[in-house]
């Protein structure tokens, strides 16, 4: 017995492909999800969201799921489809909203949207449903930072570091808005740890000249 996607031998009695982990046993709409995530991760975006949406297409499978429409709406988003990754992760956060993953997938793209109230709603959600989802303290400090919320921003970002110390990139946020406050001495000793962790950061140099 060969698998029907790499070829390669396989055992009657396998389930999955050692080869390629491809899904060898189980039900139709498994096996449509294994080859819609193959896909995706083989770098075949345009592929793995047609796959993706028959499935969801396909009402009788009982698709009208969390996962598919978390893959559909990153992939949009990694496509530059910021308007369907929204529809999707919007959906998806509906069906789930106990979901940080979602929360912070969603308001990710609001960010991206400049559409800054919404994306710190989500972003907020994502944090208080998992407080060590470090990441989505990045983006919820950008978003109240270009919301003219430099106070909470600050907070957010500290907090981030705080886990993250080389996080340089949020050091780097820290210290343009200390700038911006006119608390200098504060804002040139964010951009100094930004260079020592990476001296060739060439805006950190510049604000630091």
Known sequence: ???????SPVSDT?????NCGSVLRGDDVTRRLTDAYRLEI???ADEAVGCYERLLQNSGAGIEST?????LGNLHFRLGHLRRAREHLKRAAELDPGNSSLWHDLGVVLYHMAELDDAIDS???AVALDPGLH???????????????HDPAIEAFRQLIEYYPNFTIARFHLGVIYARQGKMKAAEEEFRRVLRENPEDVAARFYVS
């Not at 017995?1 to 070829?7: A, G, I, N, P, R």
């Not at 996962?67 to 893959?71: A, F, S, T």
């Not at 990441?135 to 919320?149: E, I």
């Open 1 to 7: 017995m060969k698998c029907t996607h790499c070829d």
């Open 42 to 44: 083989n770098g075949k």
């Open 67 to 71: 996962v598919v429409r978390k893959h």
């Open 135 to 149: 990441l989505a303290r990045f983006w919820l400090g950008n978003a109240l930072y270009h919301r003219g919320d």
């Open 14 to 18: 396998a389930r999955f492909c050692e």
């Open 123 to 125: 972003l907020q959600r």
